[in-house]
């Protein structure tokens, strides 16, 4: 339901909470990385907290974004 998934060494998040679910939260490890997620049905929220450099690209959905260390980006599921 979080849509987790790797393609061409890009971590991909395509959220989609059951109605069951109010929200979700977790931290995951990739490629030397730590970040936080949390998704409830309006907003997908991801910060890199710690991690080999500064920077790291993600996909959301379709578009790539890049998350700087210790900056939460948040995605209205809205719109999405």
């Known amino acids: 339901f ?3 998934e790797i393609h061409d060494n ?3 998040f395509n959220p989609a909470l059951p109605a069951e679910l109010k929200s979700v939260k977790f931290r995951i490890s ?3 990385h730590w970040l936080n997620v949390y998704a409830d049905s309006r907003q997908f929220k991801v ?3 710690d991690g080999v450099s500064q920077t ?3 996909r959301f959905i ?3 974004y890049e998350l700087r260390k210790g900056k939460e980006k948040v995605f209205d599921l809205e719109e999405s």
């Open 30 to 32: 990739f490629q030397g």
């Open 56 to 58: 790291l690209e993600i």
């Open 2 to 4: 979080m849509g987790v």
């Open 62 to 64: 379709y578009k790539v």
């Open 10 to 12: 890009i971590l991909r």
């Open 47 to 49: 910060l890199l907290e």
